[in-house]
């Protein structure tokens, strides 16, 4: 509303008081090619400004000038479609108040915006999404020659070990940043445990050291990312 209120100000100054009576006279003989229509947008466009003080709304202040220059170059080209020269002044003054609130609402929800964004915690969000597919592909790269060595006939779901791993350190960055590292050990144990029946089945040595390296690693990583972040 204080912005409404501001451009409200400068367009009654350079609508009433800035205006001569010469100047609009001017524009009603010539219309577009009048000199006077672009140096009162270009008065309007300074007067936002001003009362704004804000140079990052520069975008406003234009945009409602320009949208003011095609309202009154409109109201130019109508007037003679009306005898009541009083009907083309309030329907222009009224679709400047349209124009003027609606970039008032955007400005401010804009500010909110911004702000919202200034206040989010992007360390949080960068170790987030630190641990997710980049780190799935890093656990890749240092594993991928250990990969070539493991032999096995197991059936699963596709992509599933590595949405598993992505699942298993967010929780690992989740307890860290809130402090419980005790419930990171009870992760490790829980995944211990439904591997175990697996990995005694097939007896395969290679097999157990792989996703022991690949869980420690996976482990190491989110942990890695939860004390940068706390630090």
Known sequence: MLIFIKLLLAH????????PT???????????????????????????????WNL?????????????????????YANDMFKNKSIPFFIDQALHLIVLYCCAFYADLYAHTLALF???DWYLITAIVF???PASIIMGKILEGMSNQIETDHKSLPNAGKYIGIIERLFVLIFIVIGRWEVI?????AKSVFRFNDLKERNNRKLTEY??????????LAILAGLLYVS
């Open 118 to 120: 200034e206040n989010l």
């Open 185 to 189: 050990g009870l992760l490790i144990a």
């Open 22 to 52: 010469r100047w609009v006279l001017h524009k009603q003989s010539n219309k577009i090619t009048s000199k006077f229509l672009y140096l009162h947008v270009l008065l309007h466009f300074v007067l936002y400004m001003l009362v704004l």
């Open 211 to 220: 996703i022991l390296i690949g869980t420690l690693v996976s482990f190491g």
């Open 56 to 76: 990052s709304l520069w975008k406003i202040a234009a945009t409602v000038a320009v949208l003011h220059f095609m309202i009154d170059l409109l109201k130019l």
């Open 12 to 19: 009654l100054v350079g609508d009433f008081i800035l205006q």
């Open 131 to 133: 641990v997710t597919f």
